[in-house]
C-alpha cells in the first residue's frame, strides 16, 4: 500500500496566506442521533446545498453572533431631536388629485444632503 499512496508534504512559502491553511469537516446525521463525517460532494448533494452556502457558514459562525440583538438602541433624547428635525423641515401635498390624501412630499429647496 505505501508504493501506491505516497505522503508528500506540502511546500510552504512565508508570508502568503492561503485558503488551504484550513479546510472544513462535514457531517450528516442519521435519525438516532449519530453523526457521521462524509465528503463534501455528497453532503452538498444530500441536502442540495452549493458551495457558497457552506463557505458562508464556516465564515459566520452562528456562535459568535449574539442571540437577542435589541433591533433599536436609540434614546428617548437624540430620537425626538431627529423627530424635530424632521418636523420642522418644509413640506407639501401631494399634487395628485385623490379623494383622502394624507402623504406630505418635502419642499425641493435643496439639491443636494450638504445643503440639507
Not at 512559502?13 to 484550513?22: F, I, L, M, Y
Not at 460532494?41 to 444530500?46: G, T
Not at 446545498?49 to 449574539?66: H, Q, T
Request: some cysteine.
Amino acid at each position: 500500500m505505501s508504493s501506491i499512496c505516497k505522503r508528500k508534504q506540502r511546500k510552504r512559502c512565508a508570508g502568503t496566506s492561503s485558503r488551504r491553511e484550513s479546510s472544513a469537516e462535514l457531517y450528516l446525521f442519521d435519525g438516532k442521533g449519530n453523526r457521521y463525517r462524509v465528503y463534501k460532494r455528497m453532503f452538498l448533494n444530500s441536502l442540495c446545498l452549493g458551495e457558497r452556502v457552506i463557505k458562508k457558514w464556516i465564515l459566520y459562525n452562528d456562535d459568535d453572533v449574539p442571540k437577542n440583538v435589541p433591533k433599536n438602541n436609540m434614546k428617548d433624547k437624540p430620537r425626538r431631536q431627529v423627530r424635530r428635525f424632521f418636523d420642522s423641515l418644509p413640506k407639501l401635498e401631494s399634487h395628485y388629485c385623490r379623494k383622502d390624501t394624507s402623504r406630505l412630499y418635502l419642499e425641493p429647496l435643496w439639491t443636494s444632503k450638504s445643503q440639507l
